[in-house]
């Protein structure tokens, strides 16, 4: 998959060092994957939430961190749309 946002990840690190480790794990498996469908990532993420319009929800750093993500299965491309700390996602509106 090409992963979208490299910067929101720099970022995020900068703030969050803790979960430094867990994001990069997550964004160097990303890069090697191919994901079809849901199903894919479910296979590997059981505890991912999809949501409409191909959004997935990844749990980081056990479930301490959210990431966002939009996914184009066909276009092979995951787009970041947002990090945060568990509770920032709790206040956020996500489709």
Excluded: C
């Excluded at 749990?59 to 568990?86: C, M």
Aim: aromatic share 14%.
């Amino acid at each position: 998959m090409k992963v979208i946002a490299r910067k929101t990840i720099d970022s995020f690190n900068r703030k969050h060092p803790d979960a430094k480790s867990s994001i990069e794990s997550w964004y160097q498996e990303a890069l090697a994957a191919y994901w079809k469908n849901t199903m894919d990532i479910k296979n590997r993420y059981a505890a991912a939430s999809i949501l409409g319009e191909n959004y997935v929800i990844f749990n980081i750093k056990g479930n301490s961190y959210r990431l966002v993500t939009k996914v184009a299965y066909k276009r092979q491309t995951v787009f970041i749309k947002w990090i945060g700390t568990h509770a920032e996602y709790s206040k956020k509106k996500f489709p």
